[in-house]
């Protein structure tokens, strides 16, 4: 699956309430909003912060490329649940210098899972990437005010209901049901 079939990703910001959501208009014109992101199976094992960077940056003398590139998806998906914020710089960089290679959908989820409100911007720019010469728009939709007060965090049925309606004025901004 390529950069270009990744639907949502929700960002959280703790601080400010704030949601942005990033809808991609990949096999459906209006696109899908996905909620919050991939299961929580890595977050049962937290993750060596500093290590997963180390091998997200660079790839070890005694490991083949190939072998690397797997453990580095995969110490990007732990990044991505581990909720410290050491992880999102690397996460950005490999969002805005990943296009060929599934880590960076991985690191544009871990963004998502993350919620910092330093990927907006970069999210942002993605989306007017993918913009540029596209069939089907990609839009940016703010969400402030979720009250996340469903398990584990997660958004509730007001959130989702808050959710589907801003997207929906998207939807309708944009015209592609018309």
């Keep these: 699956m390529g950069r270009f079939k990744l639907r949502a990703e929700l960002v959280r910001s703790a ?9 991609f208009g990949v096999g459906h014109p209006a696109g899908q909003v996905l909620g919050g992101g991939v299961a929580d199976v890595l977050t049962k094992f937290p993750a060596d912060v500093p290590a997963q960077i180390k091998l ?6 005694d490991m083949d490329r190939s072998t690397w590139k797997e453990r580095r998806r995969d110490a990007a ?3 991505g649940q581990s909720k410290d914020r050491r992880a999102v710089a690397v996460l950005i960089r490999l969002a805005e ?14 963004l998502g899972n993350l919620g910092d409100p330093a990927a907006v911007p970069t999210l942002q720019k ?4 993918l913009n540029k010469g596209a069939v089907h728009p990609v839009s940016t939709v703010q969400i402030a005010g979720m009250d996340l007060l469903a398990c584990d965090w997660h958004p509730s049925l007001a ?3 808050l ?3 801003l997207v929906d004025k998207e939807i309708q901004r944009l015209g592609v049901w018309n």
């Excluded at 601080?15 to 809808?23: D, I, L, T, Y």
């Excluded at 990943?98 to 959908?105: H, L």
């Design 126 to 129: 993605i989306a007017a990437e």
């Design 77 to 79: 998906r732990k990044l």
């Design 159 to 161: 959130d989702h209901q």
């Design 56 to 61: 997200v940056e660079t790839q070890p003398a």
């Design 163 to 165: 959710m589907a309606g």
């Design 15 to 23: 601080e400010v309430g704030q949601r942005a959501v990033e809808c």
């Design 97 to 110: 210098t990943e296009t060929f290679d599934i880590i960076g959908e991985i690191a544009i989820e871990g």
